[in-house]
């Protein structure tokens, strides 16, 4: 009985790997907003325990898609399906005389995870970084009891910057 487990488990487990070494990244487009923002609210309630409201995230998605000074998504694909995000911004640091993209909304369907989905998307964003004048840097920020998502992260070359981060919100 373990065995035929065992096996039909790494049956699995290779059809994964065959399904997701298709794995292609793109540019998200304005197409693509329903699904980043189902993305963003899993990540939310997944990480957080936190419920977005619909109709904000919906905004927020579609108006970073539209503005790219703001930043941008980029979505990993299998065939037609979008399977990972990952989403940059920009910060300018005056330290460093350079721009700092922060990654943020990092998300990976569940049935795509430790397949290297997130792995093609940093990559991909990292090159694209490298390639680019004045980009000095990557950055993100994670929910601290994230320990999965510590050692994806560290696994990339990533490491704690020794900072924490504080915060106020303004009432909308």
């Known amino acids: 009985m373990d065995l035929k487990y065992n096996s039909e488990k790494q049956n699995r487990i290779d059809e994964r790997i065959k399904m997701d070494s298709a794995t292609r990244v ?7 907003w329903a699904v980043i923002a189902d993305y963003n609210s899993g990540l939310a309630l997944e ?8 109709s904000t995230i919906a905004a927020g998605v579609q108006t970073l898609l539209a503005n790219p000074q703001h930043g941008r998504y980029f979505v990993a694909c299998v065939g037609d399906k979008i399977v990972g995000q990952i989403m940059h911004t920009r910060e300018w640091s005056d330290w460093r005389n350079g721009e700092i993209w922060w990654l943020q909304s990092v998300y990976v369907a569940p049935e795509h995870r430790r397949c290297g989905v997130f792995r093609a998307l940093f990559r991909h964003l990292e090159k694209l970084a490298e390639s680019t004048p004045n980009v000095i840097g ?18 990339l070359g990533l490491v704690h910057a020794g900072y924490v981060v504080m915060e106020r919100f303004f009432a909308c």
Not at 26 to 32: C, F, G, K, N
Request: aromatic share 10%.
């Open 47 to 54: 990480t957080e325990g936190k419920t977005l409201d619909a």
């Open 138 to 155: 990557l950055r993100l920020y994670a929910e601290e009891h994230n320990s999965k998502a510590f050692e994806a992260y560290r696994s």
């Open 26 to 32: 793109r540019l998200a487009t304005s197409a693509d």
